[in-house]
């Protein structure tokens, strides 16, 4: 089982902007052949960030407005939050070492 939630409009501001820890959240689409590859790393980073962090995926098919309101351009995009603030962001598939990194730098 995943330890990656998921995140919309309905759900956002608690899931993300309202967490108490950081929370990593990825733009992505099912289309899109380097997301499908990222979520096997994700699934990875979130199983062993689980205690200090979360890993939350939004559709932006489904989520257009979430997408627009964040700039999202290019997907995967990566937006990692901290006290609800979008504190960095990754665009294109990355390595688990480097978003592992960048989610352990919020902790």
Same mark, same amino acid.
């Given at each position: 089982?995943?330890? !990656?939630?998921?995140?919309? @409009? ?5 899931? %993300? @902007?309202?967490?108490?820890?950081? !929370? ?8 899109? +052949?380097?997301? *499908?590859?990222? $979520?096997?790393?994700?699934?990875? /980073? ?8 979360? /890993?939350?995926?939004?559709? %932006? ?9 964040? +700039?999202? *351009? $290019? ?15 990754? %665009? ?10 960048? @989610?352990?730098?919020? /902790?």
């Amino acid at each position: 089982m995943s330890n !990656v939630g998921k995140a919309d @409009l309905e759900n956002f501001e608690a899931v %993300v @902007l309202n967490s108490d820890k950081p !929370v990593l959240v990825d733009f992505w689409a099912e289309w899109c +052949g380097p997301c *499908r590859q990222l $979520g096997p790393l994700l699934d990875e /980073v979130a199983t062993e960030l689980s205690e200090s962090a979360s /890993v939350v995926k939004v559709n %932006v098919d489904d989520n257009g407005e979430l997408a627009t309101k964040y +700039g999202i *351009r $290019g997907i995967p995009t990566m937006i990692f939050f901290k006290n609800g603030e979008a504190a960095k962001t990754l %665009v294109g598939l990355q390595t688990k070492d480097e978003i592992k990194k960048s @989610l352990e730098e919020l /902790v």
